[in-house]
């Protein structure tokens, strides 16, 4: 039988303070691999909508005190998963031909996937904006993914996100008191 998750986790919040420089995550995560492991683990007996609830709280806490505009990480280091949907939209944006956003900017990957040809992301400037940010990709907008429903589904991919976002490493060293 799962745990509701609800006793204790009532109490847990993610403050400033908790959100690591994005400088310090690789090594804040190999430091802290075991115990993000255990946690991870512990978090599959939660019940999934208890998990939810309380990933989705701490998400909206997280991002309320933090802005990735200071890290962007993501847009620096990983390449979305990007659907034929998210090359018209890119293309409507860009004014050009969605043939024309294809061999430009994207490539297949060994997975069959379209991702951007180099990192950092070829629409991100010195700033951390976007200049297609309102015609990005799907999996750009719904990064980090730690307010989507089901969260129990990607606890090895945020596991992997810890790495790349402070808010989800933060969330995740959290969740230990879950």
């Given at each position: ?158 596991l992997k996100n810890a790495e790349v976002c402070p808010v989800v490493f933060a969330i995740l060293k ?5």
């Amino acid at each position: 039988m799962k745990s509701s998750g609800k006793g204790a986790s009532a109490k847990i919040t993610v403050s400033r303070a908790d959100i690591p420089a994005p400088a310090a995550l690789k090594q804040l995560v190999r430091t802290h691999a075991a115990v993000l492991k255990s946690s991870i683990r512990r978090m599959q007996s939660i019940n999934p909508r208890n998990l939810d609830d309380l990933v989705h709280r701490l998400h909206d806490e997280a991002f309320s005190v933090y802005d990735c505009l200071n890290c962007a990480n993501c847009c620096r280091s990983i390449s979305p998963a990007i659907r034929h949907s998210d090359v018209n939209e890119m293309a409507v944006k860009l004014k050009i031909r969605p043939s024309a956003v294809v061999e430009t900017y994207l490539h297949l990957d060994e997975e069959g996937d379209y991702v951007f040809r180099q990192a950092p992301c070829p629409f991100i400037d010195s700033g951390n904006y976007c200049s297609i940010y309102s015609h990005r990709p799907r999996a750009c907008r719904e990064y980090p993914h730690t307010d989507r429903t089901r969260f129990y589904q990607i606890l090895s991919l945020s596991l992997k996100n810890a790495e790349v976002c402070p808010v989800v490493f933060a969330i995740l060293k959290k969740l230990e008191q879950a």
